[in-house]
């Protein structure tokens, strides 16, 4: 309530990625004040634990990947009562990603549109970053991603290179493969290209590896796909990332609607909840449901539909951390 009244107004009258970072800056140095975490933790962090591929999360609602890329924040999310965090996604080389402006909103649509394009510091900064970090309440999901000037044909060794640097921190890392920003990207979901990534980094990984999916394939690609990740000893799919379509855009938000990016947030709701079910009835994966969580019952459609966990993004922009205590709440 406090959220929507008073914080959302504020920060709707900054430049969206201003808006971004002025939040993750108070929230860095909200993490460095004990007092503080505890506060906002007795106000907002609720339990429901659950076991999932091994790994014990307190409540299963966590932070979909994008926010906090660099893992600034990190003690903060869990005082705001998520049950665990994905950082990044991060790249082997560190990069600005795109020009801005590339972040947009949709508010009539409870959208956005980004083009961020894996603005990062690099997996060594990321790496260096938890080493100062220190143990935190909830389990940590690391994505990973391709630098942008690598070639296609040497995205393994790009993965590669964070999955060696990052690999210690994380209680599973996310193949990154879906986002529409890097230009090509979502070309390893293909069987051949997927298979030779996905052994290369099962070969290293002593942690789990869950790979993040495109709304955009059709079922007959997404099939493939998970039949790869079986093939390769996956842990888990992460269902979705943001979608080139534009279907579903409120008309006051049809000009915005032209940006080009991914969109988030309430259009993709009814997709998200499709592709959990396909990868649920198709397959033995736990999935991890993630896209258009604006109000606690979207959360409880992915459960329905066959998610073990959820993470939301764009329903933190529109309703603040109580949207995650109320989830967690209506969990019973
Ligand atoms: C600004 C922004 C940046 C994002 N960056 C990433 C990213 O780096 N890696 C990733 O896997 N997903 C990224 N995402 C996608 C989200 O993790 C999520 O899959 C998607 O937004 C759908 O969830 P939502 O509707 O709750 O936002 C980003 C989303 C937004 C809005």
């Known amino acids: ?24 800056r108070r929230l860095a140095a909200l993490s460095r004040r004990p007092a503080a975490l505890a506060a906002l933790r007795r106000l907002f962090a609720r339990s429901a634990p659950r076991t999932v591929f091994g790994v014990r999360f307190p409540n299963p609602v966590g932070l979909a990947a994008g926010m906090d890329k ?8 869990p005082a705001l009562g998520f049950g665990f965090i994905e950082v ?11 020009p801005a402006p590339r972040l947009f909103r949709l508010p009539a649509s409870g959208g956005l549109i980004n083009r961020m ?23 940590l999901g690391v994505s990973l991603g391709k630098s942008k000037v690598t070639p296609l044909d040497q995205a393994v060794e790009d993965y590669l290179f964070s999955l060696r640097a990052l690999r210690r921190y994380a209680d599973y890392v996310a193949v990154n493969v879906s986002s529409p920003n890097t230009p090509g990207l979502r070309a390893l979901q293909d069987r051949a290209a997927l298979g030779e990534l996905l052994a290369a980094l099962r070969a290293e990984a002593s942690v789990p590896l869950l790979v993040k999916v495109a709304p955009d394939l059709t079922d007959h690609a997404l099939g493939e796909l998970l039949d790869v990740c079986a093939e390769h000893a996956v ?7 943001t979608t080139l379509s534009r279907d579903g855009l409120a008309p006051a938000d049809a000009a915005r609607g032209g940006e080009a990016g991914g969109l988030s947030g309430r259009p ?37 539909a066959g ?3 959820v993470q939301l993004y764009t329903g933190l922009v529109y309703g603040g951390p109580g949207l995650v205590r109320g989830i967690v709440r209506g969990l019973g």
Not at 1 to 24: I, K, N, Q, S
Request: hydrophobic content about 50%; overall charge neutral; cysteine-free.
């Open 117 to 139: 394009g894996f603005n990062n510091g690099g997996a060594a900064a990321l790496a260096a970053r938890l080493d100062g970090t220190g143990p935190l309440p909830v389990p």
């Open 70 to 77: 660099d893992g600034r924040a990190l003690p903060a999310w």
């Open 1 to 24: 309530m406090m959220y929507a009244r008073l914080v959302r107004p504020a920060l709707f009258r900054l430049d969206p990625e201003a808006a971004h970072e002025w939040t993750l």
């Open 235 to 241: 842990a888990g799919v992460i269902a979705i990332n």
């Open 88 to 98: 990044g996604t991060v790249t082997r080389q560190p990069q600005p990603g795109n």
């Open 268 to 304: 993709l709701a009814e997709r998200a909840r499709e592709v959990v079910t396909f990868v649920a009835k198709r397959s033995e994966l736990p999935v991890i449901g993630v896209g258009g969580i604006l109000v606690p019952e979207d959360a409880l459609r992915l459960f329905d």
């Open 307 to 309: 998610a073990s966990l």
